[in-house]
């Protein structure tokens, strides 16, 4: 029995194998399809030297051909790295480098950036497979020095389809790159079973029973109807990955489409009858439901629109209920460093005091300095941990490994550098990241509370806020802001709405408008190009 992410598909094409398992646009590929494709990949991959353990990159937007490729790597037992598609050349030669992939699968559009980087030097890589995404790849077939160039297709057609691959292991690996917030990009190393416990339903997302038969999810989708999801953010993030892998885990349907455009979400969800849209937070959420409200769509198929690894504030929240009364609402919490934290049900009018409050999963906790746990209801703040299914290791990096994963009283912990609190009622409230909190006259603000504060204005479509130097109080409070409009508020009305939910000091003491806010390619917000807004010119109104 393996609790690999090959077998549990494997398992819905075995029991499904004419249900549509992909769909974009006019185009689908049924279980078996997808299978037969898959596995002919994976041969490529193994004639091309690729052996179990063996680090395979993936740089490609969300695209059918880019979820069969993550299918064959994994049932070649190598490992996927995840190449986020926005970096520039420096950035991919540290992720080439650092992963010691050596094959590259690529979408056509990025050859001629990649052949910038191999020019100096290939780093171990010995094959890139090219993925027609943008018409005929001029490189398609051929050698580049050291570097084998095969068309996608090509490797397709002229391989077996046969499913021949040896047993696989619980302890096959799984590594996803994340950026966070500062340095450079780093592989969370996780064993397989681990990481389908607490993100692809291994555990029970209700009841916290852990899934004992591996045929499960497989039998239930069988079963019953098939769920059709849309996860919108790119495939180099983590939770977009695995909404992908639950999809197909049971037999349901997953639509991809490479590019974001808030009314050609809604385009889709009509056009596919989509039931459960993935999205994170308001880098997304937000444009998505401007559109709704400007256009007309058949939006009737929808039962949940859910949210996780970026802020998703009250005020955007209280639209969607608006919008789909019948339909429930989700904020999770979670890291490439735990996987899944927890999950909260948006209510109507909630406070409006930050990040998400979440119903915890047991292995979440908060804790102190010392290890201890902290109890509920005593106000403290604290780091938040989870223990149980957790990573082994940052790839390559022992030291950044020991300050994350560590021991206290005999449990091992993953602490991803996440502040929280426990309420009364056992229930974890989210604050930020202490890397990015705000040190004002002794006073710690964290940026999410103040940034979904903020985003009850009116005016206010997006932003980030960051401390700036002060000499009185070491840092303040300061606001990038992108207007919703043309109309642009004081800092005194932007300050009133924050008041109404927290403490003065948390108001923002200085603001810059810009007209288009830096995020990441998965939502988040970027704090060093904020910052850097910050230091570039003086505020536009300052207190």
Sequence with gaps: M??????????????????????????QRTYAQM??????????????????????????????????????????????????????????????????????????QYTD?????????????????????????????????????IGYEDAIESSSTERDFEERSNDDLYMLYTGGT????????????????????????????????EWEHAKTGAAGGQLVRFPIPPFIHGGSQWAIFQSLFAGGKAVVYPDFDGAA??????????NVVFVTGDAMARPMIDALDEGDYDTSSVVSVASSAALFSPSVKDRYLDAFPNAVI???????????????????????????????????????????????????????????????RYHGDP?????????????????????????????????????????????????????AALKGHPDVFDVSVVGVPDDRFGQRVAAVIQLRGGDRPSLTSLNDVVRADLAGYKTPRSVWFVDELKRSPAGKPDYRWASSVTASRAADEAL
């Excluded at 002919?40 to 193994?46: D, G, Y």
């Excluded at 979400?265 to 989509?274: D, L, P, R, S």
């Design 399 to 451: 030291a950044k490994s020991a300050e994350t994963f560590v021991e206290y009283g005999g449990t091992r912990y993953s602490l991803p550098g996440d502040f929280a609190r426990i309420e009364a009622d056992g229930t974890i409230t989210m604050l930020g990241r202490g890397s990015v909190s705000i040190n004002t006259g002794g006073e710690k603000v964290f940026p999410e509370e103040v940034e």
């Design 330 to 392: 989700v904020d999770a919490i979670g890291s490439s460093e735990t996987g899944f934290g927890g999950m909260g049900m948006a209510v109507k009018g909630q406070s409006r005091v930050g990040a998400p409050t979440v119903k915890a999963d047991p292995n979440t906790h908060v804790l102190r300095e010392d290890g201890t746990q902290i109890e509920p209801g005593s106000d403290e703040v604290g780091r938040l941990a989870r223990t149980g299914h957790i990573p082994l």
């Design 265 to 274: 979400v809604w385009a889709a969800v009509e056009k596919h009858k989509v």
């Design 35 to 108: 299978e037969a494709r898959s596995n002919a990949l994976a041969h490529k991959l193994r004639e091309l030297g690729v052996r179990p353990g063996d680090a395979v990159g993936l740089y490609s937007r969300n695209t059918i051909e880019s979820v069969e490729a993550m299918i064959a790597i994994f049932k070649a037992r190598a490992v996927m790295v995840n190449v986020n598609y926005r970096y520039v050349e420096a950035e991919l030669e540290h992720i080439f480098a650092d992963s010691g992939m050596t094959v590259l699968i690529h979408e056509s």
């Design 113 to 149: 950036r990649v052949c910038n980087v191999f020019s100096n030097s290939t780093y171990g890589v010995t094959a890139r497979i090219v993925i027609d995404s943008a018409g005929p790849a001029t490189d398609a077939q051929g050698d580049e020095g050291d570097v084998a160039v």
């Design 2 to 27: 393996a609790f690999t992410i090959a077998d549990l598909i494997e398992h819905a094409v075995d029991l499904m194998p004419d249900r549509i398992a992909l769909e974009s646009g006019d185009e």
């Design 182 to 213: 500062t340095g450079k990009p780093k592989g969370v190393v996780w064993r397989q079973e681990d990481v389908w416990r607490v993100l692809g339903g291994g555990i029970d997302w209700y009841s916290g029973r852990p899934v004992e038969d």
